[in-house]
């Protein structure tokens, strides 16, 4: 008698220990239900039915429990963690930005299978919008919602949800591989110039002052010239004008000011420049030195008159 014992072959056993199926899947907007789940896109896991749960017991899966999905139309796939099993049967429900990842609609079939990732060590990202310079400590806002991620794959576009906006960010680079589970683990956050970045112009900090050169000061005679003595017009007592026009002097180089620019100036500083000279130091006599006041040097007097003693 001929026996086959086909479960026992070790190829048979390989086969029975992986868990792959097809649903169709939808966007966690179509999950029937009360509650919100509005968690579910905020995070990079899914919803399957119980039967993926009853499946997947029985056959010997390491846990965390991580699946590979597949869209074979487009030849596009990620990897997830699930977070529940309530969906109906025959139907998963995924994160909008991952079935815009896979290319997949409405209703479109996904091959779903049960992967073992490697721990990552390191990852870099790509902010998709400049606007994501403008939050205070990016690290730390990436870390927080990458809690709700169980694997990252290099390629895919991410979504995090901060301050009621939501922000995109690339998978550039992940090590040791290109699909990496990140629970529990100690990982290197990178970040790449964000699309359409562009850096700003730095100027020169320190300016060549330019140079003055002394001009004509036949050219000054729209500057104020200050006060200068005898200038004026005069009148007689006897009204006449023979000999009272004015005969100003000529001008001279020195009498004219100009002003000195402040070359260190900076916008939105505000300097108070005084034109006070300093007052020469006054030579103090060796007799004004003996008269100086001396604190508690007096004497004082008594209007009871002390007697005397015999």
Not at 154 to 175: H, P, Q, S, W
Request: charged share 25%; with cysteine.
């Amino acid at each position: 008698m001929f026996s086959f014992h086909m479960f026992d072959h070790p190829m048979a056993r390989g086969f029975q220990n992986r868990f792959s199926t097809q649903y169709r899947c939808y966007s966690v907007s179509m999950l029937a239900g009360p509650n919100d789940r509005s968690d579910v896109e905020k995070g990079g896991k899914i919803i399957m039915p119980p039967s993926a749960l009853d499946q997947l017991s029985r056959l010997n899966i390491t846990y965390p429990m991580l699946f590979k999905l597949t869209n074979k139309n487009s030849d596009r796939m990620t990897h997830c963690g699930v977070l529940e099993f309530v969906a109906d049967e025959g139907i998963c429900y995924l994160p909008h930005w991952m079935m815009q990842n896979l290319l997949l609609e409405e209703g479109g079939l996904v091959q779903v299978e049960s992967v073992n990732l490697m721990v990552a060590t390191y990852s870099k990202f790509q902010p998709q919008s400049p606007d994501f310079l403008d939050i205070t400590n990016p690290k730390a806002v990436l870390e927080n919602a990458l809690r709700n991620f169980a694997c990252l794959t290099t390629g895919d576009v991410i979504a995090i949800n901060y301050n009621e906006k939501i922000y995109e960010l690339r998978v550039m680079e992940t090590k040791p591989d290109k699909a990496v589970s990140i629970i529990e683990c100690d990982m290197n956050v990178d970040f790449d110039a964000p699309l359409g970045y562009k850096e700003p112009e730095r100027r020169p900090q320190h300016q060549e002052e330019p140079t003055e050169e002394e001009g004509d000061p036949s050219s000054y005679a729209d500057m104020d010239t200050g006060f200068r003595a005898f200038t004026g017009s005069g009148n007689r007592l006897d009204g006449k004008t023979k000999g009272i026009e004015p005969s100003p002097a000529p001008f001279a180089p020195s009498d004219f000011k100009r002003g000195i620019p402040n070359y260190e100036f900076k916008i939105g500083r505000i300097t108070f420049i005084r034109n006070s000279k300093p007052q020469p130091k006054k030579i103090v006599d060796d007799d004004d030195a003996m008269n100086r006041f001396i604190a508690f040097s007096g004497q004082g007097q008594s209007l009871r008159k002390k007697s005397r003693k015999p």
